[in-house]
C-alpha cells in the first residue's frame, strides 16, 4: 500500500472581512469547508474549481503558509499546525510550492543562484560547495544552464522563470510540490514545455504533486485523481477519466460543458451551454449548489450532502445521484 504523503482531516479556513458599518459585526467567510483528503506517495492530486472556490486557500494550508480554523493538516504523518518555527522549516525539504505568477514569485534583486539556493538554508547539513552542486543539477533538469545562476529574473522570458520557480521547489528534494496555477499566466505553446516537463520531473525524481487548476485538461494531464472544489467544499472526488467522462454532480457537469471548444463551421470557441460558473450561492440553501443546479429539489435546501461513494474510487456530495443513475 502507498504511504499517505499528505492528509487534510475536517479543515476549515475562516476569515473575518471589513466591518461595513461603524457598529457592525466584521462579516464571516467561509473560504475552506469542512474538507478532507488523502494523497498517496505517487499519485498527484488536481483540484479543480472555479475562482473564489477555496483553491489557492487549500494549497496555502498544505504548505502551512496558514493555520486552519479547525481540523488538522498531516505530511508525513507531521501535524504541521503542531510544530514550532523551527522545526516546520525543517519538515519544508519535503513539500514545496510554485507559484501561479513567475513574474511577482521571483525577488528582481536576487541572482537566480540566490534565488534557487534560498529554500537550503533551513537544511543545516547542506553546506556552500554542496549548494552549488544542486544549484546546477535542478537548473539542469528543468532545462536551464549553469551559467544562468549569475543572472536576474528579468533576463529570462516567462516560461524560463517558472522553470526556474521549479528548480527552486526541487532542491531540497522534496516529496510534495503543491503547485498553485503553474502555466495559468503563460502563453499556450509555453505551458505545453512547462506540463512536459513537469511530467518528466515527477519521473525523474519521484514527486507527488497537488495541483491546483482551473484548467481541467491541465488536470487530466499531470494528475491520478481529481477533487472538485465548489464553495469550499469538495463535491465530486475520482479519477480523471470517471471525472471527465462520467461526472456525477452537477457542478462539475457544468465544468466540463463551460470548457471552450472549437466549431467546425465557423472555427471559433463556442461555450455549449451558458455559463453556470459564475454565480452566487443561495444563502438559505444547506447544499451551496442548490439555486444553481436544474435538479435541485427541498430537500437541497434543507439538508447539507455529504460526500458518499457510487462506485469505486469514486465519490459525490449530492442526494440525487442514485436517481439521476438509474433514470439514465
Known sequence: MSETLLSLDQVTRS???????????APLVHAVRGV???MSSGKSLGVVGESGSGKSTLARLAMALEAPTSGTVHILGQALQQLGAAALREARRNFQMVFQDPYGSLDPRQTVQRIITEPLTAL?????AERQRRAREVLGAVGLRGTDLAKYPHEFSGGQRQRVAIARALITRPRLIVADEPVSAL???????????????AKQFGVTYLLIS???AVVDYLCDEVAV??????????????LFKSAAHPYTQALIAAVPRVST??????????????????PGAAC????????????????RPELQTIASGHQVACHFVAGRAAAA
Open 15 to 25: 476569515y473575518r472581512l471589513p466591518r461595513e458599518r461603524l457598529w457592525a459585526a
Open 36 to 38: 478532507s483528503l488523502r
Open 124 to 128: 543545516p547539513d547542506v553546506d556552500g
Open 187 to 201: 502563453d499556450v505553446s509555453v505551458q505545453a514545455q512547462v506540463l512536459n516537463l513537469m511530467q518528466d520531473l
Open 214 to 216: 482551473h484548467d481541467l
Open 229 to 242: 472544489i465548489y464553495q469550499g467544499r469538495i463535491v465530486e472526488q475520482g479519477s480523471p477519466l470517471t
Open 265 to 282: 463551421e465557423i472555427g471559433s470557441a463556442r461555450r455549449r451551454h451558458p455559463a453556470m460558473v459564475a454565480s452566487n450561492p443561495h
Open 288 to 303: 451551496p449548489y442548490a439555486a444553481r443546479c436544474p435538479q435541485a429539489q427541498a430537500q437541497c435546501e434543507v439538508q
